[in-house]
């Protein structure tokens, strides 16, 4: 039997609650060491046991994925929070897991930067959960996620070692790329002790403009106008009826995100303003663009029984969300739908458990027919009983399998929570 506490210290060490669950599995233990040896240690005696862990940092997004097949140990790293190295000049910052991504943001923005990475609740959001979820918002239309802005890991290995891959550099190709393997893994092939992104000016103007609609098709085509326009977006919405907090009431809504300096913000406002008039829209001006973006990025974590996300074509977006609100009233309930227009992204809210495996299986085999993805993003653990989370992973599954079995061979990380049970 492991002394956890002789491992970090008896304040540092308890036994799993409720609140420590992960969709609804128990940990028999929750422990947070405080330093990259520690980590080491733990992994070590979890792996000389036979045992399984998780790694969190806060618990924000531990509803994503599926159930772990098996939890002894919840590897909490909200101790982890130095911003090891900022580099302001070569615009990179190196940063522990466990710091959270609100905290990150104050530490950049005294140089006038940000990682311009906006998932939800950023104040509870740690580095290493960023990465291990490949976590992001409506800035990823026009910055990228985080696989274009990480350019260096640090993992703990299943023998305790830590791996290192690229570097703290932005112009850095040597070796493979691990770190990518890492992003979106949710934790399945080690443990994230520390991460380096490249970080950019952080625009000193942001506003937005809602375009009313008619119908999620109507926005959806009217987003596609706006991104081809010489607006340059810095994010681009599609909500659904009733699914966004400032605008056309319970209307569907085209919303652009502008950024820049005043100038630049100002002349984009008028070129959205201009598409508007010509297509016959109302537009309504927002000044407080952050605040809007924010409550729109929120959505994935607003209440509700599941959060589907589907990824399809950006000139099909407005067609699936029609079909989802359809799907949802031919079961007598309600969706609410939010879109990226620029990557395809739809995600929508279910408030009723019983709904969710019917509209799974009735949507996801047409989207998949046609190249199309649609996963259980975020559950209560009711809602995924007898649900497939993932969906067909494709022939990439064979590939995964034997990554995993090389990364993590006694299946001690996160067991069966990522794609096909891993």
């Known amino acids: 039997m492991t002394d956890w506490a002789a491992l970090v210290g008896p304040t540092w060490v308890a036994s799993g609650g409720a609140a420590d669950a992960v969709d609804g599995v128990v940990p028999a233990r929750v422990v947070r060491p405080g330093s990259l040896a520690e980590v080491q240690t733990v992994v070590r005696a979890v792996a000389e046991h036979r045992q399984a862990l998780v790694a969190s940092g806060r618990g924000a997004h ?20 130095r911003v090891v190295d900022h580099q302001a000049a070569d615009m990179t910052v190196t940063v522990e897991a466990g710091c959270p991504l609100a905290a990150l943001g104050a530490a950049l923005g005294s140089a006038g930067q940000w990682l311009s990475l906006d ?8 580095v290493g959960g960023l990465v291990a979820a490949n976590l992001s918002g409506p800035l990823r239309a026009s910055q990228g996620g985080v696989r274009d802005l990480l350019i260096g890991l640090r993992v703990v290995n299943a023998d305790g070692a830590v791996v290192a891959g690229g570097g703290r550099v932005v112009k850095n190709v040597a070796g493979y790329d691990l770190p ?7 934790g399945s092939v080690g443990v994230i ?51 966004l907090p400032e605008g056309p009431g319970e209307g569907a809504a085209a919303v652009v995100g502008l950024g820049g300096i005043a100038e630049e913000v100002a002349d984009a406002r008028a070129c959205v303003e201009r598409v508007g008039a010509s297509l016959g829209l109302r537009t309504l001006f ?31 977006v407005g067609s699936v969300m029609e079909r989802l609100a359809a799907t949802a009233r031919e079961r007598q309930t309600v ?22 495996g019917p509209l799974v299986k009735t949507v996801r085999p047409d ?26 992973p494709g022939p990439g599954l064979r590939l995964m399998r034997s990554l995993k079995a090389a990364f993590d061979p006694g299946g001690i990380f996160s067991p069966g929570r990522y794609v096909g049970s891993l």
């Open 62 to 81: 531990l509803d994503m994925g599926a159930p772990p097949a098996r939890l002894d140990v919840l590897l909490r790293l909200d101790r982890l929070t």
């Open 367 to 392: 989207l998949e027919r046609h190249g199309g993805t649609l996963v259980v993003e975020r559950a209560v653990p009711d809602a995924k009983v007898g649900v497939d989370v993932w969906g067909d």
């Open 286 to 316: 927002v000044t407080d663009g952050a605040a809007l973006r924010a409550r729109l990025g929120a959505f994935a974590v607003e209440p509700a029984a599941a959060v589907l996300r589907a990824a399809t074509l950006p000139s099909e």
């Open 180 to 186: 990518k393997l890492h992003v979106g893994a949710l």
């Open 193 to 243: 002790v520390e991460a380096t992104f490249k970080v950019r000016p952080r625009p000193p103007v942001e506003e937005a403009v809602v375009v009313a609609c008619g119908t999620a098709r109507e926005a959806a085509e009217t987003a596609l106008v706006l991104r081809d326009s010489d607006a340059a977006p810095l994010w681009l919405q599609v909500a659904g009826a009733g699914g």
């Open 335 to 356: 969706v609410r739908c939010l879109a990226d227009a620029a990557t395809g992204v739809v995600r929508a809210a279910l408030t009723e458990v019983l709904a969710v």
């Open 119 to 126: 998932p939800p609740r950023p104040e509870e959001t740690t």
